[in-house]
């Protein structure tokens, strides 16, 4: 079990620390011959970086990955990390991926950088998906510090806004640049605050019996590590089992 120890507001400037520390930790298990899933935002991106730094210097070899979003794609490309495109050939030996909030059974929020749909498809195609968190991601229950990002189709948009609202969300379009936010599959996100959710699972099923929701930010059980840097170091946690740390 992982506990929260600090509220992320009381993390300020150190969290950049962390999240270096969390993904370059990550990024250690990786090893010659794999396929990998990169994952999204600022804290997977040292992970990424600390890949393709193992890989120049010859560390690693054969590597072959996939990207979590349009963004991960260029950012990886731009380090000269071999990358698939579009398909997902075989299974993903190991994904390295950031989450907005982490519960104790290591269920996650995800989406905050809009990316839900591909991470989650990366996530179930991977026979590992390692979280890289800092300290201040954790929390007692799923929706006390952040909001569940759902992916939804533009057509019929509203209808899919008073369905979450139907479920007790407060709900308010992503924007971006005074647009509706578009992701990469030309969709919009409907940021809903619910608060400390009690049924994750529950509110999972529901979501996903409606036609034109196309995506949401609930990863249940899809992390099979977590990895979180915080002011008492690095934890490692595999499957529930806390693992040495180098
Ligand atoms: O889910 C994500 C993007 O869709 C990110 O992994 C999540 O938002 C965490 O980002 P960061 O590491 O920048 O805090």
């Known amino acids: 079990m992982i506990e929260s120890k600090k509220p992320m507001a009381s993390l300020g400037d150190t969290a950049h620390r962390f999240k270096q520390q969390a993904g370059e930790q990550a990024a250690s298990l990786v090893q010659s011959g ?6 999204t935002g600022s804290t997977a991106i040292f992970a990424t970086r600390r890949v393709a730094a193992r890989i120049h210097s010859g560390d690693l070899s054969g590597i072959v990955a996939i990207a979590t979003s349009r963004a991960s794609e260029t950012a990886a490309r731009c ?107 030309g969709n919009i996100i409907l940021d809903s605050r619910f608060g400390p959710i009690p049924d994750p699972t529950g509110l999972a099923g529901k979501l996903e019996a409606h036609a034109g929701l ?33």
Do not use: C
Not at 34 to 39: D, F, K, N, S, T
Not at 126 to 136: K, M, N, Q, T
Not at 223 to 235: K, L, Q, T
């Open 34 to 39: 794999m396929v990998i899933g990169l994952g």
């Open 79 to 185: 380090l000269g990390i071999p990358m698939l495109t579009d398909d997902i050939p075989r299974e993903i030996d190991l994904t390295i991926d950031g989450a907005d909030e982490v519960d104790p059974a290591m269920n996650l929020i995800k989406g905050g950088g809009g990316a839900l749909l591909r991470e989650k498809i990366v996530a179930q195609a991977s026979r590992r998906e390692i979280i890289v968190v800092d300290a201040g991601k954790l929390s007692p229950r799923l929706g006390t510090h952040w909001l569940l990002p759902v992916e939804v189709l533009e057509f019929g948009w509203r209808s899919q806004l008073r369905l979450l609202e139907s479920l007790g969300a407060i709900v308010t379009p992503r924007i971006a640049d005074d647009n509706l936010y578009r992701t990469d599959q």
């Open 214 to 246: 196309v995506g949401h930010g609930l990863f249940i059980g899809l992390a099979s590590d977590v990895i979180v840097a915080g002011e008492a170091g690095i934890r490692h946690l595999h499957r529930g089992v806390e693992q040495a740390v180098d």
